[in-house]
C-alpha cells in the first residue's frame, strides 16, 4: 500500500507510527513537542484519535459505565475517561500543518461519522480503524467511502469479524487495506501477545499486516519485525512521570529513538535467503579457512607427503580437500618452508581456493 510517498510492504522499510492519543494531557504545546520527539526519532507519522466525550459514550453513574476491575483506568466511568483523553477538534488541523512541516504524515482514528466528515475537511491521506470499532460496520462503510488507504487493527476481533470487516470495506469503495494485530489491553502481557498472528494475517487476508502495540519496552515492537509486520504502532509521550490515561504503556522520545534505530538494525539483519560468501565484510575473513602449505623446505622433483606439507591457515593455497590428491606429486621447482603449495608447483590443473 501507499500512503502519501511512502510504500509499505514487500521490501520496503516498515512503517513507524507514533500514537499520541491522550499523552499531550490537554496541553497543545505538549502535542507540538510529542510530534517534535517523533520527528527527531526518526518515525513515519503521527496519528490522533478524533472523538469527543459525547460521540463516545453516555455520562452517566450507572454500573456499565464504569471502568473496574485490574485495569490502567479503574476509578473512572467511560465518559470521564474518554473527556480527560479526548484531543480538542480545533487543534487537530494545526497539529497536521506542524507535522508535514517535518516530513511526518499526520492521520486519526475516526470514532463516529462526523469524526469521518471532520478528518476528510482536514484532507488526511489515510484512516485507522481501532480495534474496538471493527464491528461498527456504519462507521465501516463510512470510512470506505472515502477511498483513502485503511489502517485496521484487529484487537480482539475474532475470524469472522476481521472477514465481515474486510468485506464491508472493500464493498465500499476501499482499495488499500492493512490489518495489525492488536491485543487489546493495557498494557498489553507478553504471553498474550502471540505474535505469529502477524504472518498469518498477511497470508490468510493478502493484506499489508502490522503490529499495534501497548506492551511495555520495545521488544515486542522489534521481534514484531522479524515476523514480519510492515507497519508499527506505538504511543510515544514525553515523560511517563507525568501520568495520563495511556502513559503506562508509551514509550519516552530516546525510548522511541532505540526502538526505530533497532527495528532499522533488523530489517538490514534479516536480508534474505543467501548461501556462500555473506558479503565484503564476511569476504575479508575468507583467508582464515586453511590451505595446504609446505612445512618443511622441498628440492625440485622432490615428492609431497605428510611430513613436509600440512593443512593450515591462511587460504592462499590449494584447499584441503585436495590433500590427499597432492600426496607423492612432484614439485616443479624449489620450494620453501611457509610456500603455498599451488597447482603450479606441482604442475596440476585443479581449482585453486582464491582469497
Same mark, same amino acid.
Given at each position: 500500500?501507499?500512503?502519501?510517498?511512502?510504500k509499505i510492504?514487500?521490501?520496503?522499510?516498515?512503517?513507524?507510527?507514533?500514537?499520541?492519543?491522550?499523552?499531550?494531557?490537554?496541553n497543545?504545546?505538549?502535542a507540538?513537542?510529542i510530534?517534535?520527539?517523533?520527528?527527531?526519532?526518526?518515525?513515519?507519522a503521527?496519528?490522533?484519535?478524533?472523538?469527543t466525550p459525547?460521540?463516545?459514550?453516555?455520562?452517566s453513574?450507572?454500573k456499565?459505565?464504569?471502568?473496574?476491575?485490574?485495569?490502567?483506568?479503574?476509578?473512572y466511568?467511560l465518559y470521564?475517561?474518554?473527556?480527560?483523553?479526548?484531543?480538542?477538534?480545533?487543534?487537530?488541523?494545526?497539529?497536521?500543518?506542524?507535522?508535514e512541516?517535518?516530513?511526518l504524515?499526520?492521520?486519526?482514528?475516526?470514532?463516529?461519522?462526523?469524526?469521518v466528515?471532520?478528518?476528510?475537511?482536514?484532507?488526511?491521506?489515510?484512516?485507522?480503524?481501532?480495534?474496538?470499532?471493527?464491528?461498527?460496520?456504519?462507521?465501516?462503510?463510512?470510512?470506505?467511502?472515502?477511498?483513502k488507504?485503511?489502517?485496521?487493527? =484487529?484487537?480482539?476481533?475474532?475470524? #469472522?469479524? &476481521?472477514?465481515?470487516a474486510? %468485506?464491508?470495506? /472493500?464493498? *465500499?469503495?476501499?482499495?488499500?487495506?492493512?490489518?495489525?494485530?492488536?491485543?487489546?489491553?493495557?498494557?498489553?502481557?507478553?504471553?498474550?501477545?502471540?505474535?505469529?498472528?502477524?504472518?498469518?494475517?498477511a497470508?490468510?487476508?493478502?493484506?499489508?499486516?502490522?503490529?499495534?502495540?501497548?506492551?511495555l519496552?520495545?521488544?515486542?515492537?522489534?521481534?514484531a519485525?522479524?515476523?514480519?509486520?510492515?507497519?508499527?504502532?506505538?504511543?510515544?509521550?514525553?515523560s511517563?512521570?507525568?501520568?495520563?490515561?495511556?502513559?503506562?504503556?508509551?514509550?519516552?522520545?530516546?525510548?522511541f529513538?532505540?526502538?526505530?534505530?533497532a527495528?532499522?538494525?533488523?530489517?538490514?539483519?534479516?536480508?534474505k535467503?543467501?548461501?556462500?560468501?555473506?558479503?565484503?565484510?564476511?569476504?575479508?575473513?575468507?583467508?582464515?579457512? =586453511?590451505?595446504?602449505?609446505?612445512? #618443511?623446505? &622441498?628440492?625440485?622433483d622432490e %615428492?609431497?607427503? /605428510?611430513? *613436509?606439507?600440512?593443512v593450515?591457515?591462511?587460504?592462499?593455497?590449494?584447499?584441503?580437500?585436495?590433500?590427499?590428491?597432492?600426496?607423492?606429486k612432484?614439485?616443479?621447482?624449489?620450494?620453501?618452508k611457509?610456500?603455498?603449495?599451488?597447482?603450479?608447483?606441482?604442475?596440476?590443473?585443479?581449482?585453486?581456493?582464491?582469497?
Amino acid at each position: 500500500m501507499t500512503i502519501g510517498n511512502k510504500k509499505i510492504g514487500g521490501n520496503y522499510p516498515s512503517y513507524i507510527v507514533a500514537e499520541i492519543s491522550a499523552n499531550h494531557l490537554q496541553n497543545f504545546k505538549r502535542a507540538l513537542a510529542i510530534i517534535d520527539a517523533a520527528y527527531e526519532a526518526k518515525a513515519d507519522a503521527i496519528k490522533l484519535q478524533t472523538y469527543t466525550p459525547d460521540t463516545m459514550t453516555v455520562n452517566s453513574k450507572k454500573k456499565w459505565f464504569q471502568i473496574t476491575g485490574k485495569n490502567t483506568w479503574s476509578g473512572y466511568n467511560l465518559y470521564q475517561l474518554y473527556q480527560e483523553a479526548y484531543t480538542p477538534w480545533e487543534w487537530q488541523p494545526k497539529l497536521k500543518k506542524y507535522a508535514e512541516k517535518k516530513g511526518l504524515e499526520l492521520f486519526s482514528t475516526p470514532f463516529d461519522e462526523t469524526a469521518v466528515d471532520f478528518l476528510e475537511t482536514m484532507k488526511v491521506n489515510v484512516y485507522k480503524i481501532a480495534s474496538f470499532e471493527v464491528t461498527d460496520i456504519p462507521l465501516l462503510e463510512k470510512i470506505a467511502k472515502t477511498r483513502k488507504p485503511i489502517i485496521m487493527s =484487529r484487537g480482539m476481533a475474532n475470524l #469472522k469479524e &476481521i472477514q465481515m470487516a474486510i %468485506k464491508t470495506l /472493500k464493498a *465500499n469503495g476501499a482499495g488499500q487495506i492493512a490489518i495489525l494485530h492488536c491485543t487489546s489491553a493495557y498494557p498489553s502481557p507478553y504471553k498474550e501477545m502471540n505474535l505469529k498472528t502477524i504472518a498469518d494475517l498477511a497470508k490468510r487476508f493478502k493484506v499489508v499486516s502490522g503490529l499495534s502495540d501497548h506492551s511495555l519496552g520495545i521488544e515486542v515492537p522489534i521481534a514484531a519485525i522479524s515476523l514480519g509486520a510492515k507497519i508499527i504502532e506505538k504511543h510515544i509521550t514525553l515523560s511517563r512521570k507525568d501520568g495520563g490515561p495511556d502513559a503506562q504503556f508509551s514509550l519516552e522520545p530516546d525510548e522511541f529513538k532505540t526502538m526505530i534505530q533497532a527495528i532499522r538494525h533488523v530489517e538490514e539483519a534479516i536480508g534474505k535467503v543467501k548461501y556462500g560468501q555473506a558479503g565484503k565484510e564476511e569476504n575479508k575473513n575468507r583467508q582464515f579457512r =586453511r590451505s595446504i602449505w609446505a612445512v #618443511k623446505d &622441498i628440492n625440485k622433483d622432490e %615428492k609431497l607427503t /605428510k611430513e *613436509n606439507i600440512k593443512v593450515l591457515r591462511p587460504a592462499i593455497g590449494l584447499e584441503p580437500i585436495y590433500f590427499k590428491k597432492v600426496l607423492g606429486k612432484r614439485v616443479t621447482k624449489r620450494i620453501t618452508k611457509g610456500t603455498p603449495i599451488t597447482d603450479k608447483i606441482i604442475n596440476l590443473k585443479i581449482k585453486i581456493l582464491g582469497i
